[in-house]
């Protein structure tokens, strides 16, 4: 029972992570992320992009005319999503296979040479974070109890989500590992043949010859 509570416990520490970062990249430079993502779970993210001031040395808001690209594609390499967003905003996207996903971005600029260069602020969320509980209740008229056992609930689906994610990795790994096996177990069997008959092939070949020379 107490083991039970231990590995609740951790995976809402582990689901409770929001990752919020903010990198560099050319004008017309792609950068791409790997999100490990359970099926049917939503991710939501949200992005800004800036643009260097080279008079000022540092960074502000982009022009109108410079947006964000986004491409999403699942463990199978489907594209899920694939789209120009603005340069400030967010992007949801629903997981349909357990496993890595690949996020890139990269802005929708023409330009031949990579040009300015960008800050990209983005944050991702996965799983009942990424749901929007305020909007929620004002749309569906829930009162703070409710609002509270609805989040209780998508943790504890969530939670179960996760769960079987691992379950699914714990049986790759373990495929992988009887396929490594065996490939090994055939390697040395085939290692073994090939001697046997290299040493059949000398004993017969040193017989022959024994006896050609007539010692034999």
């Not at 582990?14 to 950068?31: A, D, M, N, Q």
């Not at 992009?49 to 947006?67: C, H, K, V």
Request: charged share 25%.
């Amino acid at each position: 029972m107490m083991g039970r509570v231990l590995m609740i416990f951790l995976s809402l520490c582990v689901l409770s992570v929001v990752e919020g970062l903010y990198f560099h990249i050319g004008e017309t430079e792609r950068k791409c992320f790997i999100e490990e993502i359970p099926d049917e779970t939503m991710v939501t993210a949200n992005y800004k992009l800036q643009l260097y001031d080279p008079r000022t040395g540092g960074y502000m808001p982009s022009n109108a005319g410079l947006g964000m690209h986004v491409e999403v594609k699942d463990p199978e390499d489907n594209m899920l999503l694939s789209r120009v967003y603005s340069s400030e905003g967010r992007f949801t996207f629903t997981s349909h296979t357990p496993g890595e996903h690949v996020i890139c971005l990269f802005s929708n600029s023409t330009k031949w040479f990579s040009g300015s260069m960008l800050r990209v602020h983005f944050d991702i969320q996965v799983g009942e974070h990424a749901i929007d509980y305020a909007s929620m209740a004002q749309k569906e008229k829930l009162t703070e109890l409710q609002l509270r056992v609805r989040q209780l609930l998508d943790q504890v689906d969530q939670i179960t989500k996760e769960q079987n994610y691992q379950r699914y990795r714990e049986e790759r790994f373990r495929q992988t590992s009887e396929s490594t096996s065996r490939q090994v177990l055939w390697w040395a069997v085939g290692q073994v043949v090939v001697l046997l008959a290299m040493g059949w092939w000398q004993m017969r070949h040193l017989r022959k010859f024994f006896e050609a020379k007539k010692l034999v």
